[in-house]
């Protein structure tokens, strides 16, 4: 069977996903795409979209709960087109009314984020920074190499749940614990050291974005969505790019610190066009 390039060939089971490679091609093309749209447009389309969101989750909840509440039809209309008026508009100014909540919430998550890159990448270059041991705790392995091992281990429990004929409900609920396993333990192998540097930046880096996303929600939603589109169709591009075999760039030899530039580039250039766009539309 011919391996997937995005596949790496020599972990454990890899032979056994392969198959299930091309699978993963049509969300990276979708991450590309939506990616390039946050990236040039994101602050201009995000406050619309929670609107929107809001108003359909408004009428979502109203269809489901009017038909309880009443009885039959109001002029003509069936309780279930009611509630769904009722709730849309509900949604639609809870959405309007939480729009600065939402980004103080997104503003943090995205800059702890950052915060938390910035700093594995600064204990990569530190003695021991990340000295991660394996499962076992015979050997030291670099946090690649264990989170491609853990990613791995709860891809076969999965693989192995549905080959068992396990219930939708009983494979959720074990990749929850597979998942959340294996988290643990990644998180017990790091140095304790390099545990209160990771947490205390995501800390203050979380802070940071909350009160930025709080106080200028505007602005905001424009470095938020630069951040996450440039990041989403930088990885969606690297992954399409191994998928097709267009050899452009080796991942490897970019190492974390190029790839951490890289990132910080677009994002800065996303974040100076969408300004360039807000102001000249003002």
Known sequence: MPTDPTIPGGLPGATEFASYASLLHAPALIGLIVGLILWLVGGRVLKPAVVLLGAAGGALAGSVIAPRLLDGSIAGAEPAWIGMAVGGLIGLGAAVAVFRVAMAAAGAGVFAAV?????????????????????????????????VESATRV?????????????????????????????????????????LLLASV????????????????????????????????LASAVWLAGALQIQWVEPSRVGPVGWLAAWAMLAAAGVYLQGSRRKAAA
């Open 115 to 147: 915060g938390i890159l910035g700093a594995l990448v600064y204990l990569n270059f530190q003695p021991g920074g990340l000295e991660l041991r394996d499962q076992g705790g015979a050997q030291t392995v670099s946090l690649r190499d264990r989170v």
């Open 202 to 233: 995501a800390f203050a880096a979380g802070l940071a974005g909350m009160l930025i996303g709080a106080l200028m929600p505007v602005r905001a939603a424009s470095i938020v969505t630069a951040l996450m589109g440039s990041a989403v169709a």
């Open 155 to 195: 891809a076969m429990n999965s693989a192995a749940d549905r080959a068992t004929g396990a219930t939708d409900e009983e494979q959720s609920a074990s990749l929850h614990a597979a998942a959340g396993a294996e988290a643990k333990s990644l998180w017990a192998a790091v140095p304790e050291e390099s545990r």
